[in-house]
């Protein structure tokens, strides 16, 4: 997940009772995030909540997994995260993966079962699955919960995501704790980046100086920086499946694979570029964006994803561009 991965965490380990009630677990008593360490280093949930539930009182072992997008590698994770849990503890956690945003006809599946060969060893698991952009996205700010702002920026909308925005600032400047205030403004750009890179998020959420000044997305910056190359590389390798095995019929499915990587990297790459100069410059232009879709090469992408997070100013970058 990258960048989204962090604001993930970050949220689940500070607001998780919210993601409980996000989930369908409203009746939260009180609740403590727990450390991992139970999953092998590399095979890390992204979160486990231990929660006491209104008449309930033995406490239960909640697992949190967070997808940008639907992947059928995630119901593995799921499957590891479930099993380890109860070797470790002797008790089945609940289950819940969140998605973020939609991908194409993709779905995570909502259980698994596994049989042995001879058929004597019979497995089945099932959990819940979260699809942010089936919530309404107003009932989730109607709630009241200035946590859930960040998850609400990505459901379903029926008005205008421009009222969105600052409904999720509106209610985010209610919370009373100011370091964590500014942590939640921070995710919400980067979780709205994912849907609305159109709107000048910075500005909608409180001024671009402002929110670069926020430590939490500063700690961030290097990942946000990344997130055309690393996105770029993810979706590219999806494309170079999908469209190599179509042009392998006719080139070769290795030389169709290569060649729908690399557009795909490339993609990612210049998008990343162009959001990022959007979020650090006022004055980006679309003559600018013309001249950026042009540059064909993910290489020299990369490098001005450089160069744009390192200038102090736009006319800097675009000297440096034209250079």
Same mark, same amino acid.
Request: hydrophobic share 40%; net charge negative.
């Given at each position: 997940?990258?960048?989204? $991965? ?25 609740? +403590? ?24 009182? /033995? ?16 119901? /593995? ?29 993709? +779905? ?11 058929? =004597? ?16 996205? &107003? ?60 709107? $000048? ?7 671009? &100086? ?31 499946? /999908? +469209?190599?095995? =179509?042009?392998?019929? /006719? ?10 990587? &690399?557009?795909?990297? =490339? ?31 993910? @290489?020299?992408? @990369? ?14 970058? $675009? ?5």
């Amino acid at each position: 997940m990258g960048i989204y $991965d962090r604001g993930s965490k970050w949220l689940i380990q500070h607001f998780g009772d919210v993601l409980l009630r996000l989930a369908g677990f409203g009746n939260v008593v009180r609740w +403590k995030p727990l450390q991992a360490e139970v999953i092998s280093p590399g095979q890390l949930p992204d979160g486990l909540i231990e929660a006491w539930l209104e008449g309930d009182p /033995e406490p239960h072992l909640f697992i949190f997994e967070i997808g940008t997008y639907p992947e059928t590698r995630l119901t /593995e994770q799921l499957i590891r995260d479930a099993l380890t849990v109860f070797l470790d503890r002797r008790v089945l956690p609940e289950v819940v993966a969140v998605l973020l945003r939609p991908r194409g006809r993709l +779905k995570v599946a909502h259980g698994a079962h596994q049989s042995s060969r001879l058929a =004597t060893t019979e497995l089945r698991l099932r959990w819940r699955v979260v699809e942010l952009w089936n919530l309404s996205a &107003e009932a989730l700010l109607a709630l009241g919960l200035p946590g859930l702002a960040p998850w609400a920026v990505l459901g379903r909308l029926t008005g205008s995501p421009v009222d969105l925005i600052r409904d999720c600032r509106e209610l985010i400047d209610q919370h009373p704790d100011p370091l964590e205030r500014e942590s939640l403004l921070a995710i919400t750009w980067v979780f709205g980046s994912l849907r609305y890179n159109d709107l $000048d998020l910075p500005a909608l959420l409180g001024g671009r &100086e402002k929110m670069l000044e926020i430590p939490l997305f500063q700690e961030l910056s290097e990942e946000f920086l990344a997130k055309g190359i690393t996105l770029g590389r993810e979706e590219g390798y999806t494309l170079g499946l /999908e +469209k190599g095995l =179509t042009q392998g019929r /006719e080139e070769g499915i290795t030389l169709g694979e290569e060649k729908g990587v &690399e557009k795909g990297i =490339t993609v990612g790459v210049r998008q990343g570029l162009i959001t990022l100069l959007k979020a650090r410059f006022a004055d980006f232009t679309p003559q600018l964006e013309r001249e950026i879709e042009a540059v064909p090469s993910h @290489e020299r992408l @990369e490098d001005l994803i450089r160069v744009a997070s390192a200038c102090g100013s736009l006319a800097e970058f $675009d000297r440096i561009f034209r250079a």
